[in-house]
């Protein structure tokens, strides 16, 4: 299987922002680089879920092996291609570790070892399959298809390039939904909130078929919630909606930009602050199931009731009538409404109390003064302990 990029789903907003979901094959030797960029989401296929059979057959028929046999030196970059004779074999050194590595393998499967611990000695030469949501891909493309990138990575994000160029995003409305591993027709048959589900099953399992090798939207659907409620999250991030309302703020919402997260509209994603945003500073301590409820309403609507619609991770916009201007959706607030709203909501805040501060030359020169005034007062005969009662009032 060599190193590959294919489109899983390619969506345009009305707001004309592009979101594209990829499935990709890498060396897992790299991996980690590819993990650094944070304008991902991500699912990888698991080392520690295949079987040791199934992974010792994949090292050996399909190794990961490096795509350029570069010359040793100073930096991160390597000094040119080494000569033929010298890359063939580097090849053949590289595949007998493969081999050594596999034989020890084998030697832990036979003392009981499980294959998350055993599965590691061969990551080196495999490759991992995984798929990959984003809307920013331009810093990826900059840093990855670079001259000095790794070789192994740079040819992923040519691969990648390709994809992404040669696709043309599907334009959605405002209540639609982006849709990894949903095919054609299955939206229809599922039902919006159905196939959504369906979509983060299938995005955790990197297929659109389970372990079983069958298509079973009731197995994916069982898994969306198992996954729900261990607070695996990740696989949440794949499906989402264009911001909702037009002329409403773009936003950060996660990783994606002008697009709501399904992930970030489920309360129980952060189940350790009580499922709301009251320890937020600066953010109204109101239910995000509100935005939950959006998520799988017409959005064009906008009316489902009168609090404050947060989005986490993105900007706070006020319905219309919160600011006075009715239920009709003809009109947005502007930033001075908003900011006069927010500032009736926010309950004034008494200054803290202040302590003068007493500088340090302040207390050498009263302790100077203390000692002079002790020392006049011995030397005029004066009882110093009547003297300093004398101070004092």
């Known amino acids: ?20 979901t990829m499935e990709i094959v890498c060396y897992r030797y790299v991996w980690a680089e590819f993990m650094t960029h944070r304008c991902f989401s991500r699912n990888a296929g698991s080392t520690r879920a295949t079987p040791i059979a199934t992974f010792i057959t994949r ?50 499967e036979e003392l009981g070892i499980h294959k998350q611990i055993s599965n590691r000695l061969l990551e080196p030469w495999s490759l991992i399959t995984a ?7 331009g810093n990826f493309f900059d840093l990855r298809r670079a001259p000095d ?13 390709e994809a992404y160029m040669s696709s ?12 990894p591993l949903i095919q054609e027709g299955e939206r229809a048959q599922l039902g919006d909130e159905q196939a959504v589900k369906v979509s ?17 939207p009731t197995a994916d659907i069982a898994l969306h919630d198992q996954l729900a409620g261990n607070g695996h999250w990740s696989p949440f991030e794949h499906v989402a909606r264009p911001q909702i309302g037009p002329g409403e703020y773009l936003s950060q919402c996660g990783n994606l930009w002008g697009w709501t997260q399904y992930r970030k509209v489920l309360p129980a994603e952060h189940p350790y ?83 003068p501060e007493v500088s340090w030359w302040t207390t050498i020169r009263a302790i100077v003064v203390l000692i002079f005034a002790l020392l006049g007062a011995l030397y005029l005969g004066l009882d110093v302990a009547q003297f300093i009662v004398s101070l004092g009032a």
């Open 273 to 355: 602050d009580g499922g709301d945003l009251m320890k937020r500073p600066g953010i109204e301590a109101v239910s995000v199931s509100p935005a939950y409820k959006r998520f799988f309403t017409d959005s064009k609507t906008l009316i489902i009731d009168g609090t404050p619609d947060i989005i986490r991770g993105g900007r706070q916009r006020l319905r219309p009538e919160r600011v006075g201007l009715g239920s009709s959706p003809a009109r947005w607030p502007t930033d001075a409404e908003i900011l006069s709203v927010k500032a009736a909501m926010t309950p004034p805040v008494a200054p803290p109390a202040t302590t």
């Open 168 to 179: 043309t995003p599907t334009l959605l409305g405002w209540d639609d939904y982006h849709l």
């Open 59 to 108: 090292v050996l028929d399909d190794p990961a092996i490096p795509t350029r046999w570069g010359s040793n030196g100073k930096g991160m970059q390597d000094h040119g291609e080494v000569a033929p004779e010298v890359a063939a074999k580097a090849e053949k050194v590289w595949l007998r570790a493969r081999d050594n590595a596999i034989e020890s393998v084998r030697e832990l």
């Open 200 to 216: 983060v099953g299938r995005c955790a399992r990197v297929s659109y078929l389970t372990h079983h090798g069958v298509r079973d």
């Open 131 to 137: 798929i990959v949501t984003a809307t920013d891909w």
């Open 149 to 161: 990138a790794q070789p192994e990575i740079r040819v992923l994000a040519e691969r990648m390039w």
């Open 1 to 20: 299987m060599p190193i590959a990029a294919r489109i899983l789903a390619d969506s345009v907003s009305p707001a004309g922002i592009r979101l594209t």
